[in-house]
């Protein structure tokens, strides 16, 4: 669902619109829903097709209609209102999801949404997410949730909820006695009373709880508590970036919570990133984690207070045998805290991701790290900003041949040196590799060449260069020429801010290898400066392939220029 270190979730690469360009959208979407005027096609079904079609069945492009059992045919008039709605915005008809997230709805498009729900009995996911414009409106939707007692996922992050949306939400709650998944996150408003009503009235069928970023207190960590004791199939819960969940209180808050998760055997998914945890809540939260066997991913990443008291922690971790993903990035781990961590990964028999980055002092306890994990099985390990030094350097490249994702960003120790680490690939496990700010040289990229040209990285999916400045023209025009990059989605090449520098020498290389990168799905390339026949060019080639072009764009500059205006990350 939502990730936690993106506000935008996996759209996070939209930009924000101003009031006007909301309201033209709003006119244009009208405008081409008339125009389309499908209805015929609709209207012109047989009145003897009643029902909704058996899986497997579906129009000529895919689509799974649903027709309302309805003699007089209102009901294929019903599914034309629905082809239409959607139609008008961008989206394609499906009678089981409703996913109009980024839609630029508006509270007349949620009466009217709510309006066809009558057609769509057979509804299971519905995701509304990013629509902000439909703040203070949803009880308009929620009265009509008796007509889809199906739905299994209701999504609605990042809508400007409010209290009073929150309320009516939970009153609606026990028309969708079959909700499975439920993500309210990035809807600031969300806590106090109405998050009380609405945890109190959650379907015990409930798998997943999304409450990212919602600013949730030490009063509604104990609510949480108080839910998650009655959700006995609770698979997944994510309260992260609510930084104020773990404060001080005279009573109760975080630890009632921590209490209750010991509950929830079920459990096999936590996120606590960002949530202001300290030391002296990590004993009673480990005592709740020792007695979850289904345990696989844990994250308490970006949480600063736990420096200096993982020791209280990590013996807790031991237990947790089918934990596969442990997180602790940005937590300001200190020697003794890592130490205590690699006394305990021996019995971590199952992890595959161990993410410590963004911990400066991991660079001098890498060696020790990767003695005591199953390297044969661990597929991410990323080191960006941990202060690598030679010895440390040497010592990732043992882990490196079993490693999907390869991650050294911000470490200078690399320039120069990344042979050794390249040299270690395996071409058919590799996907992604980032080297941004890694002080690397024309040499260094003349080596990734040489790997390209030799098949090892054919299954690379990213591929992060940017940061690396001192890179001359004879190095990007080596990468480009080598090929063996079919696979790579997405590539950056940027330049540090308030830098510049022309891309005119090694430009050439890189138009003619685009057939080559028939993969290729967003290129970065903030900061370079391209002369205007390349610029056009380029601009040519990308929007025939609709990739995503990342460019300084600056409306008063015409050497600064963007291929497109936005376009969503997916």
């Not at 060449?449 to 004879?474: E, F, H, I, Q, T």
């Not at 830098?499 to 900061?527: D, I, K, V």
């Not at 392939?545 to 050497?559: F, G, I, K, Q, S």
Request: proline share 4%; net charge negative; aromatic share 4%.
């Amino acid at each position: 669902m939502e990730s936690a270190e993106s506000p935008r979730g996996r759209d996070s690469g939209s930009l924000r619109r101003s009031p006007l360009d909301l309201i033209m959208n709003q006119i244009r979407r009208k405008r081409s829903a008339s125009d389309w005027r499908p209805l015929g096609r609709f209207l012109s079904r047989t009145s003897d097709r009643t029902g909704i079609p058996e899986d497997g069945e579906a129009e000529d492009q895919g689509q799974s209609p649903v027709v309302a059992d309805d003699s007089d045919g209102s009901g294929d008039v019903g599914w034309g209102r629905v082809s239409v709605f959607l139609r008008s915005l961008g989206k394609t008809t499906d009678s089981r999801r409703m996913g109009v997230a980024h839609c630029d709805l508006t509270a007349t498009d949620l009466m009217e949404l709510a309006s066809l729900l009558q057609f769509l009995p057979h509804l299971e996911e519905v995701d509304l997410s990013w629509n902000e414009l439909i703040g203070g409106s949803l009880r308009v939707l929620t009265s009509h949730l008796n007509l889809v007692g199906g739905i299994r996922s209701l999504a609605l992050s990042g809508c400007r909820l409010s209290s009073e949306d929150v309320m009516a939400l939970g009153e609606a709650l026990s028309f969708v006695p079959l909700l499975e998944i439920l993500d309210l996150s990035w809807n600031a408003a969300i806590s106090g009373d109405g998050l009380q009503c609405l945890l109190g009235k959650l379907s015990p069928a409930v798998r997943e709880l999304h409450l990212v970023a919602c600013h949730l207190t030490a009063a509604d960590a104990v609510a949480l508590g108080s839910a998650v004791s009655s959700l006995s199939r609770l698979c997944v819960l994510d309260v992260s970036c609510n930084p104020q969940l773990a404060q001080e209180v005279a009573s109760g808050g975080f630890e009632e919570l921590a209490v209750a998760l010991g509950h929830a055997s079920a459990l096999s998914t936590l996120r606590l990133q960002g949530c202001g945890l300290s030391t002296d809540r990590l004993h009673v939260l480990g005592g709740s984690l020792r007695h979850l066997p289904s345990l696989r991913q844990v994250d308490l990443s970006c949480n600063k207070g736990l420096s200096g008291g993982l020791d209280h922690l990590s013996p807790h971790l031991a237990h947790l045998t089918h934990l596969e993903s442990l997180d602790l990035h940005l937590c300001s781990l200190t020697h003794g805290d890592l130490e205590a961590l690699v006394q305990v990964l021996p019995s971590l028999t199952a992890l595959t991701e161990l993410d410590v980055s963004s911990n400066k002092d991991a660079g001098g306890v890498v060696h020790s790290l990767v003695s005591a994990l199953p390297l044969t099985q661990m597929r991410r390990l990323p080191f960006n900003s941990c202060s690598l030094n030679q010895e440390s350097f040497t010592a990732l490249a043992l882990a490196v041949p079993y490693l999907r994702s390869v991650d050294v960003s911000w470490c200078k120790v690399v320039g120069g040196r990344l042979p050794l680490l390249l040299d270690a690939l395996q071409p058919s496990i590799i996907l992604e590799l980032r080297l941004s700010s890694c002080e690397l040289t024309t040499d260094d990229l003349c080596h990734i060449a040489a790997v390209c040209s030799r098949g090892g990285l054919s299954s690379l999916r990213v591929l992060d260069l940017s940061y690396n400045g001192s890179v001359g023209a004879d190095g990007w025009t080596a990468l480009f020429t080598a090929g063996g990059l079919g696979s790579t989605e997405d590539v950056d090449l940027s330049l540090r801010p308030l830098t510049s520098a022309s891309s005119s020498a090694w430009l050439p290389a890189l138009l003619r290898a685009l057939p080559q990168l028939p993969a290729l799905n967003r290129l970065a390339m903030r900061r370079w400066t391209v002369g205007s026949a390349d610029r056009q060019q380029l601009d040519r080639s990308l929007k025939k392939r609709n990739v995503l072009l990342e460019w300084d764009t600056d409306r008063d500059d015409p050497a600064l220029w963007s291929n497109q205006e936005s376009r969503p990350e997916e």
